[in-house]
């Protein structure tokens, strides 16, 4: 007799999004054998609707949340136990009845630039044509080389890399996160520094979801959650949830635990054609990480002006 499934969990159907439950499946079945003697760990593909309308950006069908929606459905309805999600895809507030289990390890946070030929931001030609999806990257990009064009541009990280080959832009952005967790790592010809460009919230983060209140999944997590991760993404997650603002608006953010026990925490916000930034620092300890993030997220939306955060009608 074929046992059933005692766990399942949700995640996207694409190969990153596939790699990442691996992350979590396989360092629960090693930190749980009674798992597996008990009918084993099933990872459950969702297609969501940020999946299914491609044709068009983010923030004109709904915004991040899409690559969540019918995941966290599933979650809610008891058809999956927990699931599985790049942080940086999460809204800012949960749906109601739910919480992040844990989080994982972090990965490398920062964006990679590709180009057809290699070259670095600063030398791309006048008018290169720079295809993202993201109004953070756009606004950092044009920021760097008003000069450049931005299109839109999205899908998988492999249809984005062949809609490069096929010459429909000249360079693009990814997460280098994303690469090395698809073993392709070594096409990163140019990594960002935060410095020039700082990532998304989270970027680089896996965190999983569960029901609030469900205990049993919260134990069968805690070996796989990583302090120094979580106390990284409070703050980030703070600094959203402060400024509030739309996927319309530019906002990044970098959490660091330093050597020493501190927190560094750098933020900015910017105007989507990247005409205008405004940047943040807070220092502080781990304990601090929520209040850091909500203060360098309440000086940044005051400085900019409430009408930056605006969502539209």
């Known amino acids: 007799m074929t046992l059933r499934p005692v766990l399942r969990i949700g995640t996207r159907g694409s190969r990153l999004a596939l790699?990442?439950?691996e992350l979590v499946r396989a360092p629960l079945a090693a930190a749980h054998p009674e798992l597996a003697e008990a009918g084993g760990i099933e990872v459950v593909a969702i297609k969501t609707t940020g999946d299914k309308v491609q044709d068009r950006p983010l923030a004109e069908i709904g915004g991040k949340g899409l690559f969540a929606k019918e995941i966290e459905?599933?979650?809610?309805?008891?058809?999956?136990?927990?699931?599985?999600?790049?942080?940086k895809d999460m809204e800012t507030r949960l749906a109601e009845g739910l919480a992040i289990g844990c989080v994982?390890?972090?990965?490398?946070?920062?964006?990679?630039?590709?180009?057809?030929?290699?070259?670095?931001?600063?030398?791309?030609?006048?008018?290169?044509?720079?295809?993202?999806?993201?109004?953070?990257r756009q606004a950092l990009v044009l920021n760097a080389r008003p000069d450049l064009r931005v299109v839109n541009f999205r899908g998988n990280v492999e249809t984005r890399l062949r809609k490069l080959e096929d010459g429909r832009v000249d360079a693009t952005l990814l997460a280098l996160a994303g690469l090395?967790?698809?073993?392709?790592?070594?096409?990163?010809?140019?990594?960002?520094?935060?410095?020039?460009?700082?990532?998304?919230?989270?970027?680089?983060?896996?965190?999983?979801?569960i029901r609030a209140g469900d205990e049993r999944a919260r134990a069968l997590l805690a070996p796989l959650n990583h302090a120094g991760a979580a106390t990284e993404v409070t703050a980030e997650r703070a600094l959203l949830a402060a400024l509030d603002g739309s996927c319309r608006t530019p906002i990044a953010a970098l959490a660091r635990l330093e050597p020493a026990g501190g927190l560094w925490l750098r933020a900015l916000v910017a105007i989507p054609d990247g005409s205008k930034l405004w940047r943040a620092e807070r220092r502080g300890t781990a304990a601090d990480a929520e209040a850091l993030g909500r203060d360098a997220g309440e000086e940044l939306r005051r400085r900019a002006g409430p009408a930056l955060f605006d969502k539209p009608v």
Not at 77 to 85: E, F, K, L, S, T
Not at 125 to 133: C, K
Not at 197 to 205: C, E, K, W
């Open 19 to 21: 790699a990442q439950a």
């Open 73 to 87: 459905e599933a979650l809610l309805a008891g058809r999956i136990d927990m699931a599985v999600h790049s942080m």
């Open 104 to 136: 994982l390890e972090r990965e490398d946070p920062r964006d990679v630039l590709i180009s057809r030929d290699g070259s670095r931001l600063a030398d791309l030609e006048p008018g290169a044509l720079i295809g993202t999806a993201s109004v953070r």
């Open 180 to 209: 090395r967790r698809l073993g392709m790592a070594g096409i990163a010809a140019v990594v960002l520094e935060p410095e020039e460009f700082l990532p998304a919230v989270a970027q680089g983060a896996i965190g999983v979801e």
